[in-house]
Each structure stands twice: as structure tokens, then as C-alpha cells.
């Protein structure tokens, strides 16, 4: 409230608010200002996660459980300012699953969106609807929602991917649901790579035939890193970096043209060595993976080193520097879709 209140006068509200709160009725003027802020105040922290310390709990981990004991054998990437959200953000989940030689992670589906980001091994699958997605190292495999989905590994070397889910968002819409498959794994259904070769050449069957066998609003599932990388190569010998993303490309769902997913934005960069972007700040709370070479992240004045495989989370509204030493090349996530769709992505150019 901006005019002082009489004694008197804030006695008695002091006690209309102790008679109103039985009832689950609180003054609006106490907390608008919290409520309705002139700009984002996310309480996630800005973090790096170095890939070989999580990497070596991880497999101790692995010594310990199994895939099937575990369902999945995953460790959360929770941001520090969120504690006990097993967030990575406000909106997205990210942790490091690991599959070893010879194991299953049980088929199931969930209401949640899933994106896979191959951090190492060669080898191993995913199937969705029982068509394997053969994996290797920064490969995007998508898990559509409701999607039935399992993982295994027939290679003789662990398995680790970066998971990215919307968990966080679908529990604030209280709109989660999962099911379990009885066999551990889905039957398959056609063979690897079957999906690619009807819906990844900008061609796809006719709607209503019985070629069209994919779900109409996400027919494409893998993203294989070998493409995405020389069309990144590509665009870089072609074209001037950007001075806020450098060399961009967003992953894209071919039935419509938009993010790969209903609630996540995907895309990679390639910073030339010696590139510093110009600095950026949006309301989309960004996951960042070093795929390839060293740099700086400077946010909020602070300087952050980058190797590879490390994971990197920028808040909302966290003014970011990205700096190159060598040629350095970023996978990153975002709920950036879900808030254009809702009218609320916002970003500020320096």
C-alpha cells in the first residue's frame, strides 16, 4: 500500500486478514507488487554442471542399480535455486541418464515431452512406437508425449544422453499421466531409420494413405548430429555470424514447420574462435550443452569457463556474453515455444 495507513485503521485490517484467511481469501494490495513484477525475477541460479564429475557419479551409480531397478537410471540437474524441484528451470527438467552394455530401460509413456541429447557411446537405441533410433554422439532424439518409448543397449560401452523434459510445466497444469508397457520392451514396428526416410526429406506421405504411419503433429523423431552439423558448416561458409547468436539453426517439426515440440524449443550455434556475441537477455530460461570447443559464458558479470559436454543453465532475464577461443558449437533448449504461443516470450538486444 503506497499511503500510510492510521493506527486504527491498520489494526482493523490486521484483523479482517486473520478472519478472511480461514476461508482462503487474502488481500490482493499486500502482495501485487510480488505478484505482477515490472520484469522476470526467476529464483533458478545461473549453473554449470562439468560433464566428467557427473559422469563419474553416474557410473558409480551404474555399479549399484540396474536400468530396470531404477526404470530409469537418470541424475536430476537441479538448479540450486530451485531445491527440491528437480528443476533445471522454472519450466524444464535436465538430467544425465545412463544405459550400460546389454541393458533395458522399460518401455513406457508419459503426458511429459522428452528430448535425448547424446553425450557418449555409439550404439545404443531408442524406440518410439517400436521403431529404433539408432544413437550416436550429439544425435536429438526426440520422445513425443504419449509416445511409447524404451531405450537399450546392444553395444559394448555405456550409453549417457542428456535428458530435457517439460515436467515442470506439466505439473503446474496438473495434467500428468503415465503408463507402463508389460513387456520391458515395445514390439518392433518397422525398421530403424523408417521414419526418416518418409517424413525427413521435406516429402511426406499422403494424409489418409496407409504409408502415413506416423502421428500427423510429430511424424520426425531423430535428428542425427552428422546432418545437423554440416548444415551448421554450411550456413557459416555461406553467411556472416549473427552478432547475438553467431551461426544459428533451430531444430524444426516438418508436419508444421515450428519447434520440434509442443512446450521446447531446440537449436545449435556455432561461434567462430575468436566471436563474442553481442549481449541478450530473454524470458526463456535456456539449458546450454558445449558440443564441441571452448569458450566463455559471461552472465550477469560473471565468467563461466566452457569445456565440452558441459551443461550450462541461463535463467530468464539473464543478460548473456558468449565468447570463443577455439570454434565452439552449443546445443540448447528452451521452453521458448510454449511462451510464444502464449504471447509472453520477450528478449533485449545490446
Not at 1 to 30: C, F, H, I, V
Not at 134 to 162: E, K
Request: hydrophobic share 40%.
Amino acid at each position: 500500500m503506497s499511503a500510510a495507513l492510521s493506527n486504527d485503521a491498520a489494526t482493523q485490517l490486521k484483523a479482517l486478514y486473520a478472519e478472511m484467511q480461514p476461508r482462503g481469501l487474502y488481500p490482493l494490495w499486500e502482495v501485487l507488487g510480488a505478484l505482477v513484477t515490472p520484469q522476470p525475477r526467476s529464483p533458478a541460479r545461473v549453473h554449470r554442471w562439468r560433464y566428467a564429475e557427473a559422469r563419474d557419479y553416474l557410473l558409480r551409480a551404474g555399479d549399484l542399480i540396474s536400468a530396470a531397478q531404477a526404470e530409469r537410471r537418470v541424475l536430476i540437474m537441479e538448479n540450486p535455486g530451485l531445491p527440491g524441484s528437480s528443476s533445471a528451470t522454472s519450466s524444464l527438467y535436465a538430467g544425465l541418464q545412463l544405459i550400460l552394455p546389454g541393458e533395458i530401460a522399460p518401455c513406457h509413456r508419459h503426458a511429459q515431452c522428452a528430448l535425448r541429447f547424446v553425450m557418449e557411446g555409439e550404439g545404443a537405441f531408442t524406440a518410439v512406437d517400436g521403431e529404433k533410433a539408432i544413437m550416436r554422439p550429439f544425435d536429438l532424439v526426440l520422445t513425443p508425449g504419449w509416445q511409447w518409448h524404451d531405450h537399450g543397449n546392444t553395444s559394448a560401452q555405456p550409453m549417457i544422453w542428456l535428458d530435457g523434459l517439460d515436467i515442470p510445466t506439466v505439473l503446474h497444469f496438473d495434467a500428468s499421466f503415465a503408463e507402463h508397457l508389460p513387456a520391458s520392451a515395445h514390439p518392433e514396428t518397422v525398421a530403424p531409420g523408417d521414419t526418416a526416410l518418409r517424413y525427413g526429406r521435406n516429402m511426406r506421405p499422403i494424409r489418409g494413405t496407409a504409408a502415413d504411419r506416423r502421428h500427423n503433429s510429430q511424424p520426425l523423431f531423430h535428428y542425427p548430429y552428422a546432418e545437423w552439423r554440416e548444415s551448421l558448416e554450411n550456413l557459416a561458409r555461406t553467411t556472416a555470424p549473427d552478432p547475438h547468436f553467431g551461426h544459428a539453426l533451430e531444430f524444426t517439426n516438418p508436419a508444421d514447420g515450428g519447434a520440434v515440440m509442443p512446450t521446447i524449443s531446440a537449436h545449435v550455434r556455432l561461434l567462430p574462435a575468436g566471436f563474442t556475441s553481442r549481449p541478450r537477455a530473454a524470458t526463456d530460461g535456456t539449458i546450454f550443452v558445449v558440443v564441441e570447443g571452448q569458450g566463455t559464458a559471461r552472465v550477469e558479470g560473471k565468467d563461466i569457463a566452457l569445456q565440452p559436454r558441459d551443461t550450462l543453465v541461463v535463467p530468464s532475464w539473464r543478460e548473456l556474453v558468449l565468447q570463443a577461443g577455439t570454434d565452439l558449437i552449443l546445443f540448447g533448449y528452451s521452453d521458448r515455444t510454449a511462451q510464444e504461443k502464449l504471447g509472453l516470450f520477450r528478449e533485449h538486444r545490446g
